[in-house]
């Protein structure tokens, strides 16, 4: 069976994360990264727009102090394939300079954006710089962008919810689902 509200769309009725295996993993997560940055104050910078509810979950889970900042993406391409080319649409209003930067994704894909992304902030030279993200698919990965801390790990197929979506709907569901046929 599967929930509609767009003819041509049909998502999975059982979620493929549902929202209390998500709240587990981002409290999990966040012990992780307390650990390691060991009280030095982490910048985090949200991936716009979807990783708006991850960063908040995320950011009240964190015990270590957090300042956050926004950064707005583009990539050229189909509903769902990544072209490759990126555009910034908003950029930092921080200096990530000598700053311990997390950048905190929805979804990695092919790896593209967030290669650019990372690219970009090395050379603003921050003091480090590690990634987490939310989903780590892995199958059309074709950078080797370093992921340091990972959600969820999944193969293929385009899922929405929890932040994510298809030509901007979904992000408001509190789990994710599977888009059947895409
Ligand atoms: P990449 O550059 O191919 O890694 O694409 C990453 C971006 O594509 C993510 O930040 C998402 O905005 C989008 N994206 C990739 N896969 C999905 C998916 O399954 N659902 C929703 N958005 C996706
Ligand atoms: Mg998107």
Redesign the pocket.
């Known amino acids: 069976m599967t929930t509609s509200n767009s003819p041509n769309i049909r998502l999975s009725l059982t979620p493929l994360f549902s929202a209390e295996a998500i709240a587990a993993r981002v409290k999990a997560l966040a012990t992780q990264i307390d650990s390691d940055y060991n009280g030095r104050e982490i910048l985090m910078v949200a991936?716009l727009?979807?990783?708006f509810l991850f960063i908040a979950d995320l950011v009240r889970a964190v015990k270590t102090p957090t300042v956050i900042d926004f950064v707005r993406?583009a990539?050229y391409g189909s509903a769902?394939?990544?072209s490759?080319i990126?555009e910034v649409r908003k950029d930092l209003e921080m200096s990530v300079k000598d700053k311990h930067v997390l950048v905190v994704?929805?979804?990695?894909?092919?790896?593209?954006?967030?290669?650019s992304l990372r690219n970009m902030l090395l050379n603003r030279q921050p003091a480090s710089l590690r990634i987490c993200t939310l989903?780590d698919?892995q199958a059309?990965?074709i950078t080797n962008v370093p992921v340091d801390y990972i959600g969820f790990s999944m193969d293929d197929?385009?899922?929405?919810g929890y932040g994510?979506?298809?030509d901007e709907r979904y992000r408001d569901l509190p789990d994710i689902r599977v888009?059947e046929g895409?």
């Open positions: 991936v727009k979807g990783s993406l990539s769902t394939q990544s490759g990126i994704e929805d979804i990695v894909d092919s790896g593209l954006t967030l290669e989903i698919k059309q990965r197929g385009f899922i929405v994510l979506d298809l888009v895409a």
